[in-house]
Structure formats: structure tokens, C-alpha cells
């Protein structure tokens, strides 16, 4: 063990301090609404956040959306329109740069999004 470490009850512990490249994170793995700056809006599981750099699993592009007056609305409520959305197939995983807003998307919300069918062109 070094300086940083510490043992409890047969299990090392590290001083998160001591850990570079350190990642902020926003309860990993919570269904969150982000949008960011040139990208535009997904919906998808939080993976990490580093600044204003966020990873999203199974995310879906909120690229059209009605029955809901604004994203937040949608975050909470989810669509009353889901089939004049248009939502394409999900990814599994997206880098999102410049990220200028995440908001948690309960889980009533969430089954709306889901059921929203594919939207292809």
C-alpha cells in the first residue's frame, strides 16, 4: 500500500484525489436528456462526463419532436405525439462535445421516448 490507499476490511481503497484523468459524472448509467451546441439532442444512458464532453450508451437523436412544449417537458413527461416524432435508430454509444445541457428524464418520460417508433428517411 502506498500513501493514498487504505484497507478496510480486506478491501483497498484509493483517495479519488490521487486518480488522474478523473471523470465527473452525473449518476452513470441515468437515462439523461443532452444537448449540445452542433450536435443537437439525444437521449441515452449516461457513460461519463468530462467537462463539457459527454459519453451517452444506447442514445437515440431527438431530432423532430412534438407533444411536448419544450425539452424539459419532454424529459418529464415524455410525447403525447409519439408517432410524429422522428427519432432514429439508437447508437451504441456517442461522444457529444460542447454539452450545454443534461436533463435526468424520469422514467414515465422514458417509456415515451422508447415508444416512439424509428424514424427513417
Known amino acids: 500500500m502506498n500513501e493514498n490507499e487504505i484497507e478496510i476490511n ?9 486518480v488522474k484523468g478523473k471523470r465527473e459524472s452525473i449518476e452513470n448509467d ?3 436528456m443532452v444537448r449540445s451546441k452542433y450536435a443537437g439532442v439525444f437521449a441515452g444512458y449516461l457513460k461519463s462526463r468530462k467537462g463539457q464532453e ?3 450508451r444506447d442514445a437515440r437523436r431527438i431530432f423532430y419532436w412534438k407533444g411536448a412544449a419544450s425539452l424539459s417537458q ?13 427519432f432514429p435508430v ?10 450545454i445541457e443534461m436533463i435526468p428524464i424520469t422514467p414515465k ?13
Open 10 to 18: 480486506g478491501k483497498k481503497y484509493v483517495l479519488a484525489s490521487s
Open 30 to 32: 441515468k437515462y439523461t
Open 54 to 56: 459527454v459519453t451517452l
Open 74 to 86: 419532454l424529459a418529464q413527461e415524455g410525447t403525447t405525439c409519439p408517432t410524429e416524432c422522428k
Open 90 to 99: 439508437a447508437v451504441d454509444e456517442v461522444l457529444l462535445l460542447e454539452v
Open 109 to 121: 418520460a422514458k417509456a415515451s421516448i422508447e415508444a416512439v417508433p424509428i424514424w427513417k428517411a
